[in-house]
Antibody
Framework: QITLKESGPTLVKPTQTLTLTCTFS??????????VGWIRQPPGKALEWLVL???????RYSPSLKSRLTITRDTSRNQVVLTMTNMDPVDTATYYC??????????????WGQGTLVTVSS | SYELTQPPSVSVSPGQTASITCSGD??????ACWYQQKAGQSPVLVIY???KRPSGIPERFSGSNSGNTATLTISGTQAMDEADYYC???????????FGGGTKLTVL
């Protein structure tokens, strides 16, 4: 059974760096085709894709946020860490990590974490 | 940047067919999928690779993608289908993932 869970601060100040951890089970990020992504959703608004990291450590970043994002993986601990710099109140959102569906063409997310709400405020 | 456009809301009567569209430039050349998100919950994948259903998703959910429009169709809509629906595309040329703005489906 695949599960993912996000963890990290619920409140950050403007200009600070946000670090979120996705801890997962039921799959190995070292297995061919596997990927883990981050998606966020501001309150009452749409989903926004942030980044994907793959089994071979290839990474795909949203072009609009690429300069502020870093994703790293720890396959031994089954974790993926997202870092977002220079946080602003508009970055207030629920941040989800999700498993990329394997074995098919394209990138889709078939398992999602419960999400973690991050508020940016002084 | 690539954009996907969805109608903000769609209404349907119970038992009828609901169609939710997602428009984007040459969307038919990309892979599309759909997520259902009920209030306070995480999204659930209901259609992937244009028209495939993950295991556990009812047969009343179907999808198509051609030209500039992808469509999610829900046949025999039930009250439990009331939710926000998001389309998502994957561009094989750029490997970017893009979400639509979401459509609120109301079952009247």
């Amino acid at each position: 059974q695949i599960t993912l869970k996000e963890s990290g601060p619920t409140l950050v100040k403007p200009t600070q760096t946000l670090t979120l951890t996705c801890t997962f089970s039921g799959f190995a990020l070292s297995t061919s085709g596997v990927g883990v992504g981050w998606i966020r959703q501001p309150p009452g608004k749409a989903l926004e894709w942030l980044v994907l990291v793959f089994w071979d450590d290839d990474k795909r970043y949203s072009p609009s946020l690429k300069s502020r994002l870093t994703i790293t993986r720890d396959t031994s601990r089954n974790q993926v860490v997202l870092t977002m710099t220079n946080m602003d109140p508009v970055d207030t959102a629920t941040y989800y990590c999700a498993h990329r569906k394997v074995g098919v063409g394209g990138y889709y997310f078939d398992y999602w974490g419960q999400g973690t709400l991050v508020t940016v405020s002084s | 940047s690539y954009e996907l456009t969805q109608p903000p809301s769609v209404s349907v009567s119970p038992g009828q067919t609901a169609s939710i569209t997602c428009s984007g430039d040459n969307l038919g050349d990309k892979y599309a999928c759909w997520y259902q998100q009920k209030a306070g919950q995480s999204p659930v994948l209901v259609i992937y690779q244009d028209n495939k259903r993950p295991s556990g998703i009812p047969e009343r959910f179907s999808g198509s993608n051609s030209g500039n429009t992808a469509t999610l169709t829900i046949s025999g809509t039930q009250a439990m289908d009331e939710a926000d629906y998001y389309c998502q595309a994957w561009d094989p040329n750029t490997a970017d993932v893009v979400f639509g703005g979401g459509t609120k489906l109301t079952v009247l």
